[in-house]
């Protein structure tokens, strides 16, 4: 089945931090994958993808994600919190010969001063 | 379009009113996306148009649920006998090509739906 797991509703870190946020797909064939950001009240912004070009993706606003095939996993990275990133992120899964994108959870990142 | 745009951006309806929601697509995107997003269910995805066909219709809930797309661009996503339980946000998107190639999709603001 197509899933895609997100560990942690909640991630809270300091500002200036490491931001880290998990996902792990399901399937020995890889897919493509992308991580969005939703603002309140706003629509999903597309923050970077994996379209197996390269297996290190930098996105916007700082952000990168590394695809491990061993790990079936396309964590999430910012090396240093900003107020601005609280928000919450979603990771999502397109596998070959479906059209659809199946979204994990999400996490909430919260960012203290 | 710059964007992806829905309408309206926010509606409240009665129980067992029908309510229809617009989706007007990034300008040349052939595919077509609507999906749901309620507290507790996160993201579902409920039908994928590519053109004026929706070959993928297999997230509608039900068959108060049906959506229609005309010209290859506008959509409208159509919830009969609304309930309780339809209440939330209707996010459409829109890709080009048919997303072999890992193509973008791209989310409107969606339109929020109350059922009182």
């Known amino acids: 089945a197509q899933s895609v797991t997100q560990l942690g509703s909640h991630v809270s870190v300091s500002e200036g931090a490491l931001v880290l946020l998990r996902c792990n797909y399901s399937?020995?064939?890889?897919?493509?994958l992308f991580w969005y950001v939703q603002y309140p009240n706003q629509g999903l912004q597309l923050l970077l993808k994996?379209?197996?070009?390269?297996?290190l993706v930098k996105g916007i606003n700082g952000f990168e994600a590394e695809f491990k095939k061993s790990e079936t996993s396309f964590h999430l990275t910012k090396p240093s919190a900003h107020m601005s990133d609280a928000a919450e992120y979603f990771c999502a899964v397109r596998y070959t010969g479906f059209q659809k994108l199946v979204f994990g959870t999400g996490t909430r990142l919260l960012v203290s001063p | 379009g710059a964007g992806v745009s829905q309408s309206p951006s926010n509606k409240v309806t009665e129980k067992g009113k029908d309510v229809e929601l617009r989706c007007d697509p990034i300008?040349?995107?052939?595919?077509l996306y609507w999906y749901r997003q309620s507290l507790g269910q996160g993201l579902e995805f409920l039908i994928y148009f590519q053109g004026n066909s929706a070959p993928d219709k297999s997230g509608l809930p039900s068959d108060r649920f049906s959506a229609e797309r005309t010209g290859g661009s506008v959509s409208t996503l159509t919830i009969q006998r609304t309930q309780q339980e339809d209440s939330a946000v209707y996010l459409c998107a829109s890709s080009s090509g048919t997303g072999e190639s890992g193509n973008t999709i791209y989310f409107g603001e969606g339109s929020w739906l109350t059922v009182v």
């Open positions: 300008s040349g995107h052939t595919a």
């Open positions: 399937s020995s064939v890889p897919p493509y």
């Open positions: 994996y379209t197996s070009a390269a297996t």
